[in-house]
């Protein structure tokens, strides 16, 4: 079985106090962690939304920046990036984000799940987020809540049966600072 790609940085070594969570840290994947959540969320998963047979397992394989999100060491939420490094568009540069979900019991943690994205983008010396998501209205309606601005990016294609997003400019600042407030160590 092929090995995954470890992403490397320095988000490894924070700790975050989520309010109405506790202890939040950032891992790398593993096979047994993949294993766990492809045994676990899809029994949780609305049946009757896109994502419902995600395999995390195959996923993460075929990306080379992909998170774990642990709450009290239990997994959270999972993301990855095709790529670890930022996307050149004439508007400058972008983190790219592939897939991205929250398990059901932590369905309120997602806004801080893109604050971590935030700082990984940052990390990464982008300015802010690229991605696309499913034509699902609650999932759109809460994606511009958290801050994205849906529609075209120019120079950034997804199919055309997903909407693309990004954040910038004061969205990604107030994810980055709100990431910053509520670290509780590096």
């Known amino acids: 079985m092929p090995s995954l790609p470890q992403p490397k940085s320095e ?20 096979l047994a962690m993949l294993l766990a959540v492809d045994t ?15 395999q995390w397992l195959s996923i993460m394989k075929k990306h080379d920046d992909g998170f774990l999100v642990t ?3 239990q997994l959270a939420a999972a993301w990855c990036g095709l790529h670890a490094r930022p996307i050149a568009l004439n508007s400058g540069l972008w983190y790219r984000l592939d897939y991205i979900e929250r398990t059901a019991t932590y369905s309120n943690l997602g806004l801080f ?13 982008a300015a802010g987020i690229l991605g696309s998501a499913f034509k699902d209205p609650e999932l ?5 809540r958290a801050g994205a601005e849906l529609g075209d990016v120019p120079g950034w294609n997804c199919h055309r049966k997903m909407v693309p997003f990004c954040f910038r400019g004061e969205a990604m600042a107030n994810l980055r600072d709100h990431e910053a407030g509520l670290r509780l160590r590096e």
Do not use: C, S, T
């Open 11 to 30: 988000l490894f070594k924070r700790i975050w106090n989520v309010p109405g969570h506790g202890e939040v840290r950032l891992i790398a994947p593993n």
């Open 40 to 54: 676990d969320w899809p029994r949780h998963r609305d049946p009757e939304k896109e994502h419902i047979r995600w």
């Open 71 to 73: 709450v009290n060491d």
């Open 113 to 125: 799940v893109f604050m971590l994205i935030a700082a990984r983008a940052d990390e990464l010396g």
């Open 140 to 144: 759109l309606a809460y994606y511009q």
